[in-house]
């Protein structure tokens, strides 16, 4: 590397020198005659935004005794299973297979059982970390995001 001023072979790392609005590698002679720019810094970028990844999780978690809590509510009403499928529009074999505990509800089919046989069957999840992704989501919302957002 030579200077770009005086053409002398430079030893060693080239001094950065602002001269006349340009930066160039000079000697430190020449360096004198002009700023000497700050060894290479880092670009301050601002940090990206770290978003946990999307989870798709459920916020609610149908409680483990669910089986029983429907059959229990379902007799306490004295209907029978054929009931109990009529009156949320399922199959019996779907209410067997709940009551036995073979099959876990899901969540619309949860909030229909816990609807008609006034019961509770899902758990809500407290979900810290969604929390926060709302929260730091919220942060860097457009408009239009803070609107639909509101309209939930
Ligand atoms: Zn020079």
């Known amino acids: ?23 160039m590698n000079v000697c ?51 209907w029978s299973r054929e009931n109990l499928a009529e009156k949320i529009y ?14 876990s509800p899901d969540i619309k089919l949860a909030r229909k059982l816990e609807r008609i046989l006034n019961i509770t069957i899902l758990e809500k999840l407290e979900d810290t970390q969604s929390e926060e992704f709302k929260a730091s989501s919220l942060k860097g919302a457009t408009i239009g995001d803070i609107a639909r957002i509101k309209k939930k």
């Open 1 to 23: 590397m030579r200077c770009e001023i005086c053409g002398k072979k430079i030893m060693g790392q080239p001094i950065k020198t602002k001269i006349d609005g340009s930066v």
């Open 28 to 78: 430190n002679d020449c360096s004198k005659f002009g700023k000497i720019q700050r060894q290479p810094t880092r670009p301050t970028k601002p940090r990206a935004i770290q978003r946990p990844p999307r989870r798709e999780k459920p916020t609610y978690e149908v409680l483990e005794e669910y089986n029983n809590i429907v059959r229990e509510a379902r007799e306490k009403k004295g």
């Open 90 to 103: 399922e199959k019996v074999s779907v209410i067997n297979r709940i009551e036995s505990g073979r099959m």
